[in-house]
């Protein structure tokens, strides 16, 4: 089964660390937050990655090309022709497709971009800026047996502020930040079908605007409800959040070894 990845906007709510770097870039623990994404997807086997490139990509296939670079030792033998040598290499299992969508392409414009790299089977998608310790494989199972187009994961987003339980002037209980208001909203991590691509018109297609909402009309959009982790990483605060969680050993997307 292949992931697609989202991983070519401007992130111009991120300027802090955008203005250098595409925000799937952005580390979270030393590591590029699609780094995590990509190990979210491999902890439940699926090793099959096609990234939709956008703006400042070419950061993120040099990335990849010097992956061994990154997370090996290596000795360069400048004394025999510049040779390098790799030691103790921390392989993936990954395939990873990296296709230039576009800087302005919006996000269903991209998804229909690497349609031919796809194949004729179901597939995840997802953005490149958020993570969740979300059960991938109940996710898959969840889009089988409702036989529909497309299957998204429904999540109570992250408090921002404490909520007041009054009673007439009093405060009876107050309760720090509570999850979401009882609102279930869109958390990404999709399945979709290949033919849900078949919906999308040209480069200025949004997803969320032009493609889920014909889906719903039509009966075609089913919700697998998440209440666990979920956190997306849209501003500063956010990503030291997600740094905070990982630093101290509580990063509950870390579904790995």
Not at 172 to 178: A, D, L, S
Not at 181 to 186: K, P, R, T
Not at 225 to 238: A, C, I, K
């Amino acid at each position: 089964m292949k992931a697609v990845i989202l991983a070519g906007g401007l992130g111009t709510r991120f300027s802090e660390e955008t203005q250098v770097r595409p925000k799937p870039m952005v580390e979270v623990g030393g590591r590029p937050i699609l780094w995590h994404i990509l190990k979210i997807y491999s902890a439940f086997g699926i090793n099959d990655f096609v990234v939709c490139c956008g703006y400042k990509g070419y950061m993120i296939k040099e990335y990849f090309a010097n992956y061994f670079l990154h997370t090996s030792d290596v000795t360069f033998h400048m004394d025999e022709g510049n040779r390098m040598e790799v030691h103790h290499q921390k392989t993936e299992p990954w395939k990873v497709t990296l296709v230039d969508t576009g800087e302005s392409t919006q996000t269903g414009g991209r998804l229909a971009r690497v349609r031919p790299y796809l194949g004729d089977q179901s597939f995840c998608f997802t953005y490149g800026d958020g993570l969740a310790d979300v059960d991938v494989e109940a996710l898959v199972q969840h889009h089988a047996s409702q036989g529909l187009q497309a299957t998204l994961t429904a999540v109570q987003p992250p408090g921002r502020y404490g909520a007041l339980h009054l009673e007439d002037q009093r405060v009876r209980q107050f309760q720090e930040k509570p999850d979401g208001d009882n609102a279930w909203i869109n958390g990404g991590f999709f399945v979709l079908e290949p033919s849900v691509c078949d919906l999308i018109g040209d480069d200025a297609s949004v997803f969320e605007a032009d493609v889920l909402p014909r889906l719903a009309a039509a009966g075609q959009l089913s919700a697998f409800r998440h209440s666990g982790f979920w956190q997306p990483m849209d501003t500063l605060r956010e990503r030291n959040r997600l740094e905070a969680l990982w630093q101290g050993g509580q990063a509950p997307w870390k579904r790995w070894p």
